[in-house]
């Protein structure tokens, strides 16, 4: 950043700032030639009257005018001890570069004062003055917060929350007024008890269990109605979940890994059909900082209404109990056998072609496909090995099955589903919640 300070202090409220924010503007001059160069000439000639401000950056570089710790004169006296930033919106320049330079900009004002991502504000936030404009009109003030980011809070993964179609948006996104969320419904029409997974990993803030169906009133965030919870993010984000029976024993302060299974949609509160309402905060501790969750999805690749895609956990020990049904480990299975496993894989929704007993290469992938997601060698060979872990899966879904959990297939393949009901059963069993049928997990289901 280049320094072109001004010397005199007469434009500003004297004292030192505590630079407790940050303060985004535009020019909102587009005039050619309107750039940083331009207004920290401007102020340096003391041409400008009854305002001033830090740093301005166009598309090519930013000026300081005003160190850190002055009291500029631009959001009023409320915005005393708040960091200026002046974007040029000049016809000549390009805006786009201009909003990521500026970005770069606050990313290291945050660093160098240790600000979190809800100090960073528009200077709307302090008058209500439509500013920054443009990049109000376009919506990109969530893409702007998030670039100003360290880059480690980027290193998490989203989950689809649930399985389903997108019925309502945010009331940014069309949505009706006042829907701070995005509602996902069930595969079918008024199903309940569908599985609701955390969307990123996080803390359990706030939790609400006994809200009855038709509940207009408010129950664990202002205006939100029904059970739910709410998760805060590592990046100091939070989701919120609505219409959400939580899962047994989950409780304020529970970490939760993406994907893990926290609760059923259920029919509380306001709802006139059974969904999942789900929404973002840019912060956590702030329930009105809610903004378009679709930019979420959209960042992390996550079509809403996806069935999760959870990383599928290998079985940890495999000691198979019973023998094997008769399958050699290499290349001697039968025609018979063959079909059998293909017939299997079929099942587990793992395309192997025509269940022909022939062994080709679409069955050898089809093998690989089981053997990776459960951690084993991936040579394509249905052998004595792969046989005992489709053995021991299947024993693990029967055995939940009689304890209750009715929604995995008994397929042999321990996917999202199976891994989230053995999560819930650890839960509710105070075993280790790992979602991996270890010794002690497996004794307790009886194998
Ligand atoms: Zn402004
Ligand atoms: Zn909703």
Redesign the pocket.
Known sequence: MREQLVTSATQTYGGVSRCASITIHETANPGIGADAQAHANLQANGNVRQASWHITVDDAEAIRSYPDTARCWHAGTKGADSIAVEICVNADGDYDKAFKNAAAVVADLRAAHGLGRSAVVQHNHWTGKNCPSTMRAAERWQEFLKLTDPQEAHMQTMVSPFEGRLT?NHHTAGGYAG?R???IAPPKPGQTGCPVYAAFAGVVRRIYRTAAHGNRNSTWAPQRTGNGMLISNPDGEGNGY?HVRPVGGLKVGDKVAAGELIGYNDSSGNQSGP?L?FEMWSDWEDPFSDYNPRLAFDAHHVRPGSAPAIDVVPVAVITPTTKPKPKPSTGGNTRADNTAIQTALTEMGINVGRQDGVDGDLMKAGVKVFQRAHGLKDDGVWGAKTQAVFDLNERIQKALKSKGYTKQIVDGFLGAQSVANIKDYQRRNGLFVDGIAGDKTRKSLGL
């Open positions: 309502a829907h969320g995005m509602d609505n969904h309402h």
